[in-house]
């Protein structure tokens, strides 16, 4: 390479490198987890724990999982010595707390979604305004969503920043 070909790619380098910096910097975020670490989610969720409803479903999931382990516990201890219609009788126990435990769980669940969905909706416009001057103060020129990326260190990720400017937001 001849140092008029050095000068010449050095130029463009730096020119490249110029319009880049121009462009600003690129970051990524999980907007869902920035919406749900803030402290209105986690006191809606809060106030989730402490509806009676809840709590009795909570408690009945918990009931379910003891139910199960005292029939796993039952059939390892006395399971050789039962006779066919009792370890039929069994596998259907076994059977109906399952069926149990997955209805109330798809409740639990059901019930949780149903708070998420509710914070996500209620600070939708926030987080966009929000996010916006974060672009703008940050010179920020691309934001890509932290599931798109393959590979980023966490000082690309500004997922907590954005908490904590949706906790200061009004």
Same mark, same amino acid.
């Given at each position: 390479?001849?140092?008029?070909?050095?000068?010449?790619?050095a130029?463009l380098?730096?020119?490249?490198?110029a319009?880049s910096?121009a462009?600003?910097?690129?970051?990524?975020?999980?907007?869902q987890a920035?919406m749900?670490?803030?402290e209105?989610a986690?006191?809606?969720?809060?106030k989730?724990?402490?509806n009676?409803?809840?709590?009795?479903?909570?408690?009945?999931?918990d009931?379910?999982?003891?139910?199960?382990k @005292? /029939? #796993? +516990?039952s059939?390892?201890?006395?399971?050789?010595?039962w006779?066919? &219609?009792?370890? *039929?009788?069994? $596998?259907?126990?076994?059977?109906?707390?399952r069926?149990?435990?997955?209805?109330?769980?798809? @409740? /639990? #669940? +059901?019930?949780?979604?149903?708070?998420?969905?509710?914070?996500?909706? &209620?600070?939708? *416009?926030?987080? $966009?305004?929000v996010?916006?001057?974060l672009?703008?103060?940050d010179?920020?020129?691309?934001?890509l969503?932290?599931?798109?990326?393959?590979?980023?260190?966490p000082a690309?990720?500004?997922t907590?920043?954005?908490?904590?400017?949706?906790?200061?937001?009004?």
């Amino acid at each position: 390479m001849t140092a008029i070909q050095k000068i010449f790619a050095a130029v463009l380098l730096c020119v490249f490198s110029a319009a880049s910096l121009a462009q600003g910097k690129v970051v990524i975020v999980d907007i869902q987890a920035a919406m749900l670490s803030t402290e209105v989610a986690q006191k809606e969720l809060a106030k989730l724990d402490k509806n009676p409803e809840f709590a009795s479903l909570k408690a009945k999931l918990d009931g379910l999982v003891a139910d199960m382990k @005292k /029939l #796993q +516990a039952s059939a390892e201890k006395d399971g050789l010595t039962w006779s066919a &219609d009792q370890q *039929a009788e069994h $596998r259907k126990k076994v059977e109906y707390v399952r069926a149990d435990y997955e209805l109330v769980g798809k @409740k /639990l #669940q +059901a019930e949780q979604q149903a708070v998420m969905q509710k914070v996500l909706q &209620d600070l939708s *416009a926030k987080t $966009r305004t929000v996010l916006e001057q974060l672009i703008a103060s940050d010179n920020i020129g691309l934001v890509l969503n932290s599931q798109a990326a393959i590979h980023a260190t966490p000082a690309y990720d500004i997922t907590p920043k954005l908490t904590e400017l949706l906790n200061k937001a009004k």
